[in-house]
């Protein structure tokens, strides 16, 4: 059947096309184009009957079920038709009112509306921007209660301006006869709420049986209208193109019972998917649209629209206005998401995620800021390197688990140690580095030593205390500097370097528990100017720290 449908939908569209044709084109008699409409109905819901039926001998679970219940509502429609049929071409006595051709009738939406439900079913929440229901807020919630009543009442309005009102007003000879001739309007209101609100909210695992069946219900619910409006205003007969809707539709029916499953393969196609959500998203405000062109339409044209009509279109637009400022509220909510979201993983591309501190990227944009001020306006800053003395130690003795509380310890006394205008950063492992943002050199030499004092208070390391040291060099650039930030931290590394070699050779290898003090601080480094980028200059070692020259 799959591989045949495409040529079975053109027959079928050959079908409500040729009808169509022979019943406007004006060559038959007023009987003979009755009884082509009759015949064209009754063999459109057979059709749909058998198809409904026939399908779903091979689906199992909700599948078959709204097949089964739609092909009962399409036997009792036909049904219906039937008795009309012979009324209208056959008897010479006029169809009572209420009669069977009614039961018949009205035991389509009777059955179509628990066909969809279970349709329903089987589909899942629209993705993308319509996929309010997943979020499950109560904005999302009150944005869904919103769409439905605007959908509703402008269905609603519209079926009043049209059918429904015209019924009411010219009433009936018998309440049975009131009650039948309102319950058609009705439920054809039912039934297109039901298509629209699912085609709104919800994608069904075949699209094309969703669209097919939705339009074979509003084609029938239109006809339906159409008939409803004519007999209550008095028309005296009604042109048989007037009902394509019950031709149309009983056949849409059958394609949509008869159409191929086509699942969700998993393949991404945003395009397609974009489209989708925006003929979802735009869907709800469609009968609102149609209904308020109607109305005003009959207002220009001098109809006249009654106090229902007035009050529902201001109704209805007042519910506009509300789903608006709800969807506002939400999407600044979102927007605030998603900028938090942004800053957050902005701060953790720049940040260890171990410390907190700055990690080597974000030190590296702050010192190529600070060397381009530094050529600018000719303002000096320092940079110091820290190594940490005995941290293998403590990893090694205790686990990763502590060298890693160890080192948030450490981070927090480094931050303590420096100005809010200065930038402390984790560079890995034990190593850490200071961006001081000062003019004079002394700036960074306390600052080096508060780092090494802080560094001799005893850690708490799984319940014990314990004490680490540190190495650290600092250089100092100069006003009017030019250095790249990679070759001044590589300068400040070799400072760190040489004063851990100085302090092994005048007191030996220190132990695990022995700490420098802060007459261990080696001199600032003085980087003349123009310095290359390279480390190719002479580099000289003195007993105040390392001196680089042209």
């Known amino acids: 059947m799959t591989r045949h449908f495409p040529l079975l939908s053109a027959l079928v569209c050959c079908y409500v096309v040729a009808v169509l044709a022979v019943l406007g084109s004006g060559v038959l008699t007023a009987k003979s184009a009755l009884i082509v409409d009759d015949v064209a109905q009754l063999i459109s819901g057979s059709a749909a009957t058998i198809a409904c039926w026939w399908r779903a001998r091979f689906n199992r679970g909700s599948q078959r079920l709204w097949r089964l219940l739609l092909g009962l509502g399409t036997a009792g429609w036909t049904a219906g038709m039937a008795v009309w049929a012979w009324f209208r071409t056959f008897a010479d006595i006029p169809l009572p009112s209420p009669s069977l051709a009614d039961v018949g009738f009205l035991t389509l939406p009777v059955f179509a509306l628990p066909a969809l439900l279970v349709f329903a079913e089987d589909s899942t929440p629209v993705k993308g921007i319509t996929a309010r229901s997943s979020r499950g807020?109560?904005?999302?919630?009150?944005?869904?209660?919103?769409?439905?009543?605007?959908?509703?009442?402008?269905?609603?309005?519209?079926?009043?301006?049209?059918?429904?009102?015209?019924?009411?007003?010219?009433?009936?000879?018998?309440?049975?006869?009131?009650?039948?001739?309102?319950?058609?309007?009705?439920?054809?209101?039912?039934?297109?709420?039901?298509?629209?609100?699912?085609?709104?909210?919800?994608?069904?695992?075949?699209?094309?049986?969703?669209?097919?069946?939705?339009?074979?219900?509003?084609?029938?619910?239109?006809?339906?209208?159409?008939?409803?409006?004519?007999?209550?205003?008095?028309?005296?007969?009604?042109?048989?193109?007037?009902?394509?809707?019950?031709?149309?539709?009983?056949?849409?029916?059958?394609?949509?019972?008869?159409?191929?499953?086509?699942?969700?393969?998993?393949e991404e196609h945003p395009r397609r998917d974009r489209a989708v959500d925006w003929a979802h998203l735009m869907l709800p405000y469609l009968p609102l649209m149609v209904a308020a062109g109607f109305t005003t339409v009959k207002t220009v044209l001098g109809s006249g629209s009654d106090d229902l009509e007035v009050v529902g279109v201001f109704l209805l637009f007042v519910l506009v206005v509300v789903r608006q400022l709800v969807t506002l509220i939400d999407n600044a909510k979102l927007l605030e998401k998603v900028r938090s979201a942004q800053q957050d993983l902005a701060h953790q591309a720049s940040h260890d995620p171990l410390t907190g501190l700055a990690n080597r990227t974000l030190l590296y944009e702050r010192?190529?800021?600070?060397?381009?001020?530094?050529?600018?306006?000719?303002?000096?800053?320092?940079?110091?390197?820290?190594?940490?003395?005995?941290?293998?130690?403590?990893?090694?003795?205790?686990?990763?688990?502590?060298?890693?509380?160890?080192?948030?310890?450490?981070?927090?006394?480094?931050?303590?140690?420096?100005?809010?205008?200065?930038?402390?950063?984790?560079?890995?492992?034990?190593?850490?580095?200071?961006?001081?943002?000062?003019?004079?050199?002394?700036?960074?030499?306390?600052?080096?030593?508060?780092?090494?004092?802080?560094?001799?208070?005893?850690?708490?390391?799984?319940?014990?205390?314990?004490?680490?040291?540190?190495?650290?060099?600092?250089?100092?650039?100069?006003?009017?500097?030019?250095?790249?930030?990679?070759?001044?931290?590589?300068?400040?590394?070799?400072?760190?370097?040489?004063?851990?070699?100085?302090?092994?050779?005048?007191?030996?290898?220190?132990?695990?528990?022995?700490?420098?003090?802060?007459?261990?601080?080696?001199?600032?480094?003085?980087?003349?100017?123009?310095e290359d980028t390279s480390t190719q200059g002479d580099t000289r070692l003195r007993d105040d720290g390392v001196s680089l020259h042209n």
């Open 137 to 266: 807020t109560a904005r999302t919630r009150a944005v869904l209660v919103l769409d439905g009543l605007i959908v509703t009442g402008s269905l609603f309005l519209l079926t009043w301006a049209t059918a429904l009102g015209a019924v009411v007003s010219s009433g009936a000879p018998t309440v049975p006869g009131f009650v039948v001739a309102v319950a058609y309007p009705v439920t054809d209101l039912v039934l297109v709420v039901i298509v629209i609100l699912l085609a709104s909210f919800r994608r069904a695992g075949g699209s094309l049986r969703l669209l097919l069946l939705g339009s074979g219900l509003i084609a029938l619910s239109v006809s339906d209208s159409i008939f409803a409006y004519l007999v209550s205003s008095g028309a005296p007969s009604m042109n048989p193109l007037f009902d394509a809707g019950f031709v149309a539709g009983p056949a849409l029916i059958a394609l949509a019972a008869l159409a191929p499953d086509h699942r969700d393969t998993g």
């Open 367 to 530: 010192l190529s800021e600070s060397i381009r001020r530094n050529r600018e306006t000719h303002y000096p800053f320092g940079l110091l390197y820290l190594d940490l003395d005995g941290f293998k130690t403590v990893n090694d003795t205790f686990g990763h688990a502590a060298g890693d509380a160890l080192l948030r310890d450490v981070a927090d006394r480094l931050r303590e140690c420096v100005r809010a205008a200065d930038t402390v950063a984790r560079l890995g492992g034990d190593e850490f580095a200071v961006l001081v943002e000062t003019e004079r050199r002394q700036d960074s030499e306390q600052v080096g030593g508060r780092v090494l004092a802080a560094l001799q208070r005893p850690f708490d390391v799984e319940g014990r205390s314990h004490t680490i040291g540190g190495s650290l060099g600092v250089v100092h650039c100069p006003a009017g500097g030019e250095i790249s930030a990679q070759t001044l931290l590589h300068h400040a590394d070799v400072a760190m370097y040489t004063t851990k070699q100085r302090r092994k050779q005048r007191a030996g290898v220190p132990g695990p528990h022995e700490n420098p003090g802060p007459e261990d601080l080696t001199e600032p480094v003085e980087l003349t100017a123009h």
